[in-house]
């Protein structure tokens, strides 16, 4: 029996030794690869990495090349439209799902499905619908309108938002199953409240209810920006980041300068910025969640 | 080797908070001794710190002359009841018995005639296969004593074990856990909040404060002689009666009254001159017949009236204080009557008015 | 997390509907079904295409039911489908995605689970720093520790292999599933591990004994949370694993995407949907439990 205090070391072992996955991950993986990246992100690393300083080289090569370019306005453009868009759409169908409608259950499962599926199949899918030759645009032409348009995956300038229309399909229904946990959550009575002041809907939603769902608007802010910003898949499978380069993101270029331009600096140097921008929305959002009261994650 | 559990110049603090503070406490063998304070004193830290769920920052535990300080909570010969049962859902009530002595790997047999012996002092044999979601309240309380009787140790411990149960069942457990007590002889350390669990069941009380232990002693000290004006607060129920004012000439000053206090037995010996607050009890104050052998007189007018049926709570005003007075329930008193009352200065206590110390 | 999730669908709280055939509930319901509509026809799409014949895909339009039903694409895109370099359907990537799929979910959610019990009830001085870091891990954009993790696994000589691949599954699912038993467990009555270790039980017995027997929703959500995660990963498994190991998600685009060949489209939809089909299947069947491991990423606890 212990009768002197143990070694601090040793107290609660099994909890220490239970923990070493954990240590290992955040040190190593995270914490290491990630300083591993942006330190080799200042060298001149080509097929190999190496330890060859160039500098900010590697950075004003980045945003001297078009492909980079592209790739940022691509998110930018494909970013902004989808944060809008997937929180309205979200909101709207959680709202119209909190009606006491009949079915809930029902276009509840359809809604979400899509998100169930990966990229690589909505990637898939929607090059199908979307090909000219087969898709809307000949089903349209063959109702009669034979001069109908609409090839957004063969056309460079609205190519992006071909992708969007996938995205919006396949992560709007998470946006949805997450407002609707929202709404749920909200008490009752500020419901009966707002009627007996004779308040219309709409007023109460934009007033009332909306502010009373900041936390969930903030965790699932953050959610779909750093979905957006991880997205690669999606391009990949459904136009391959053409036509040229037109639908190209930087997940994307990170991938090719890394694994088939040979050129690993150029890499490091993309994802060290893809690694900035989540933190420009994450930090924020930590000290505003965090910051002020501790010991809440 | 009379003391069953020491604590020693305990010390406990997370980062800066203080949560127990050089706490020193001797419980003697057999004994039944009721942790009692309001929530946050850390009644429920120090029992958690006996039983080795919390480590201490300083100081020793010693139990049975062992000194179990870093000790294993299993390992220290202790049986813990918990406040919410902490029945292990999974397993039946047999299940939950036994969890520990398997632990402990003891012999099957040895197991068997332990979970019988238990279940049958605290009769819950026909429960024994059942899973605690089909029990009530009382029946799983019960059973998590029953969880404490089978590790066949001398110190059990009670963490606020009758607070999730309705009254009636309160006072029901309350006498069973005196009873086994009383059989069992063991001793016994119960953390409450409810001062009639502490007074009903306790040798000796310890009102906690801060970390700290505010008084020691048996339910008569505690509620005939409690030594600061908190725990003359805490303890009694409806609470002292206080008027500020001050001892001169042996006797009390409190607006135009003066009460003579022959009678009191001062901590020093005798009176001394200071501001003080005087603590009289409402159940202590006469009325009637009996106000003409009291020292003190004076009469009120009656401002409001409380009937609990046994008691009447009569509510006035002396020396512009508010002051509270329990009558008999059979007594008629009406609303702005006047009536006299009697104080007796030796049931009275005396408290300096800076240190609020008993005088 | 928990709370919140499970008392999330008890009912909908908005204004109370009035007559059946009333203006709003016309225009609620109609919003409704062009809605549901719009996310169900590609699923209706996929299927119809991979029940035609080519002839039929080239005169008619993609929304007409097959005249004709043929399940050859669908016998073709599993066995002959051609990739590029071999032609042998998405059968091999469907074995390695099923060998790539249960390691993963088991490994991760035995390390995921002791860690979060761990810093649910033994926590360690330091233990919530690591924690943190692990948190903010889940928000680092993978490129950024795609190349590390490949020099990490190429010195331990596992660069390329599956079991690469399961590592690499087993940290990137660390973060969310480490939160969700860490939540849950800190959800548990505090005074049940009090009494356990009373009782004489240790770390591993408290948690097999008490902890996990009283868990298992959160393991069948994270169950269902790491097989859908695991099964529609693309991104590891071009970069860990090589050509033979290949999961079917990167069969799959390979041979969507083949530019050899004639296209065709009923053998690629054929294929797109039995890529679909395990998380499909896992999202139909589990139905709320799904729904609840998606919100538990979300609501934190």
């Known amino acids: ?297 | 080797m009379t003391n069953s559990v020491e604590i020693k110049k305990l010390d406990l603090h997370f980062g800066a908070v203080k949560v127990l503070q050089d706490l020193n406490l001797d419980i003697g063998k057999g004994e039944f001794l009721v942790l009692l304070g309001s929530s946050g004193c850390g009644k429920s830290t120090l029992l958690n710190c006996i039983a080795g769920l919390l480590d201490v920052s300083g100081g020793q535990i010693h139990i049975n002359g062992t000194n179990v300080t870093w000790a294993e909570p299993s390992e220290r010969g202790i049986g813990m009841v918990f406040q919410s049962y902490a029945l292990y859902p999974q397993m039946t009530v047999e299940g939950n018995l036994s969890f520990g002595l398997k632990n402990a790997k003891l012999p099957k047999a040895e197991i068997e005639s332990r979970v019988k012996r238990a279940s049958e002092i605290l009769q819950i044999e026909p429960l024994l296969k059942r899973k605690p979601a089909a029990l009530s309240g009382g029946q799983r309380q019960r059973v998590a004593i029953g969880r404490a009787l089978v590790r066949d140790v001398d110190v059990f411990l009670f963490d606020e074990p009758l607070s999730n149960l309705d009254a009636k069942l309160r006072a029901d457990l309350r006498v069973e856990i005196k009873r086994l007590h009383h059989s069992l002889q063991n001793t016994m350390i119960y953390v409450t909040h409810d001062q009639i669990e502490a007074m009903t069941l306790a040798d000796r009380i310890a009102i906690m404060r801060g970390g700290q232990i505010m008084q020691l002693g048996s339910p008569d000290e505690i509620y005939g002689r409690p030594v600061n004006k908190y725990v003359a607060d805490f303890i009694g129920s409806p609470s002292m009666n206080f008027l500020d004012g001050r001892i001169q000439g042996g006797a009390f000053h409190v607006g135009d009254l003066s009460i003579p206090l022959d009678g009191y037995d001062f901590a020093g010996g005798s009176p001394v001159d200071a501001d003080a607050t005087i603590g009289i009890r409402p159940e202590h104050v006469v009325t009637g017949e009996l106000v003409g052998n009291a020292a003190f007189q004076v009469d009120v007018e009656v401002s409001l009236i409380e009937p609990t049926g046994s008691d009447t709570l009569i509510d006035c005003t002396v020396a512009g204080n508010h002051f509270r007075v329990r009558m008999d329930g059979q007594s008629r008193v009406s609303l702005g009557e006047k009536l006299r009352i009697g104080i007796n200065p030796s049931m009275a206590s005396l408290f300096d008015a800076k240190s609020e110390l008993r005088l | ?301």
């Open chain 1, 1 to 297: 029996m212990a009768s002197t205090r143990p070694n601090q070391l040793f107290r609660n072992k099994s909890a220490k030794i239970a923990a070493i996955p954990m240590i290992v991950t955040a040190l190593f993986v995270f914490v290491g690869g990630t300083a591993w990246t942006i330190v080799y992100s200042f060298t001149s690393s080509g097929l190999l990495p190496r330890l060859k300083w160039v500098g900010l080289d590697q950075y004003e090569r980045l945003w001297d090349t078009r492909k980079w370019l592209v790739s940022i306005e691509n998110l930018a453009i494909y970013g902004l439209s989808m944060l809008v868009l997937v929180f309205v759409i979200g909101f709207i169908l959680a709202a119209l799902l909190d009606q006491k409608i009949r079915f809930e259950n029902t276009i509840r499962t359809v809604i979400l499905y899509p998100y169930a599926l990966s990229f690589v199949v909505t990637g898939l899918v929607w090059q199908w619908i979307l090909n000219p030759e087969f898709g809307v645009q000949n089903i349209v032409r063959g109702w009669g309108w034979e001069t109908f348009t609409f090839d957004p995956l063969y056309n460079a300038e609205i190519a992006i938002f071909g992708i969007l229309i996938a995205g919006l399909w396949q992560g709007s229904g998470l946006v949805m199953v997450l407002m609707l946990a929202g709404l749920r959550g909200i008490d009752q009575d500020v419901w009966k409240a707002a009627r007996v002041d004779g308040i219309p809907a709409w007023k109460t939603y934009l007033f009332i209810v909306i502010p009373m769902m900041r936390p969930v608007f903030i965790t699932t802010l953050v959610l779909v920006v750093t979905g957006i910003v991880k997205i690669y898949d999606l391009i990949v499978a459904q136009t391959g980041g053409g036509p040229g380069i037109a639908t190209e993101v930087p997940a994307k270029y990170v991938y090719d300068m890394m694994f088939q331009a040979n050129n690993l600096g150029q890499g490091f140097a993309a994802s060290t910025m893809m690694l900035v921008t989540v933190a420009l929305v994450v930090i924020p959002w930590a000290f505003l969640e965090f910051g002020g009261s501790k010991n809440r994650g």
């Open chain 3, 1 to 301: 997390m928990v709370e919140t999730t499970s008392h999330s669908f008890t009912g909908p709280h908005g204004p109370k509907p009035k007559k059946a055939l009333s203006r709003r509930n016309i225009f609620l319901y109609g919003t409704l079904f062009v809605v549901t509509l719009y996310y169900a026809l590609p699923l209706y799409i996929m299927i119809v295409t991979s029940l035609k014949g080519m002839p039929e895909i080239r005169l008619g339009n993609i929304f007409a039911p097959p005249l004709e039903v043929t399940f050859e694409p669908w016998v073709k895109a599993w066995s002959q489908a051609c990739t590029g370099l071999t032609c042998d359907g998405l059968s091999t990537g469907f074995w390695n995605s099923v060998r790539i799929t249960i390691p993963s979910v088991i490994l991760s959610i035995i390390i995921a689970s002791v860690n979060g019990y761990a810093l649910a009830n033994w926590k360690f001085k330091g233990a919530n720093v690591f924690f943190t870091i692990l948190i903010f891990g889940a928000f680092i954009p993978y490129q950024v520790m795609l190349y590390p993790i490949v020099i990490m696994l190429r010195e331990i000589g596992l660069y390329g292999s599956l079991t690469g691949l399961v590592i690499v599954h087993t940290v990137f699912g660390m973060p969310i599933l480490t939160l969700l038993f860490r939540n849950y467990f800190s959800s548990l009555p505090e005074e049940l591990f009090k009494a356990a270790r009373v009782d004489g039980a240790g770390f591993w017995g408290i948690y097999f004994r008490i902890m996990v027997p009283m868990s298992l929703p959160i393991f069948t959500v994270a169950v269902i949370l790491q097989v859908t995660g695991i099964w529609n990963d693309f991104l590891f498994g071009v970069v860990y694993t090589g050509p033979d190991s290949y999961p079917m998600t990167v069969s799959l685009n390979n041979i969507v995407n083949s530019t050899q060949g004639v296209k065709e489209y009923n053998v690629n939809m054929a294929a797109t949907i039995i890529t679909g089909l395990v998380p499909l299947t896992i999202y139909f069947v589990s139905g709320k439990l799904f729904v609840r491991g998606i919100a538990a990423g979300a609501v934190k606890g």
